[in-house]
């Protein structure tokens, strides 16, 4: 009998940003019993691209939002490139890693934030950012339980110079 949490639990875990070790550690159990439960439950471990996927999957999920009819467009794939560069994506390609700093630099320039907005042809939209953005790249939704850790930093701006002083 497993001592692992539920798997609601177990993808919130995950969603955070978690490691097998940390999790395994906090339920007395070995890191491959994470790791089996976490493939059992069809989470694919290519690390990167499926935790930019899953926090994705947190703000909009994609059986209610039907989000890959747009996953086509340039910003989804710019933001994508932006969440696996944060989390240390090491196999990035020189023109995902381009895509990323262009578009941390066109949010910070413009003072910007990616949002979905379903009444339009291409619903990833640049809005002006408010204040309860904070350094997020998107538009968190209303009533949507916020990342943390990693996951969190994954769709923030580095912090920025004025930040630093």
């Given at each position: 009998m497993t001592k692992l949490p539920d798997n609601e639990n177990l993808r919130r875990l995950f969603r955070e940003g978690r490691t097998d070790k940390e999790i395994a550690k906090a339920f007395g159990c070995s890191p491959q019993a994470v790791n089996l439960r976490f493939t059992q439950m069809g989470i694919e471990r290519k690390p990167f691209a499926n935790t930019a996927a899953a926090i994705l999957e947190a703000a909009w999920p994609r059986d209610e939002f039907e989000r890959s009819k747009f996953s086509r467009f340039n910003r989804v794939r710019d933001l994508s490139s932006f969440m696996r560069?944060?989390?240390?994506?090491?196999?990035?390609t020189a023109k995902q890693i381009q895509r990323a700093e262009r578009f941390a630099a066109h949010l910070e320039l413009n003072d910007l934030i990616l949002t979905l907005d379903w009444d339009q042809e291409n619903p990833w939209v640049y809005m002006?950012?408010?204040?309860?953005?904070?350094?997020l790249v998107i538009r968190w939704p209303e009533g949507r339980e916020r990342p943390k850790g990693p996951h969190l930093e994954a769709i923030s701006l580095p912090p920025s110079e004025s930040d630093a002083g």
């Open positions: 560069s944060r989390l240390g994506d090491p196999t990035l002006p950012r408010e204040s309860s953005d904070g350094r």
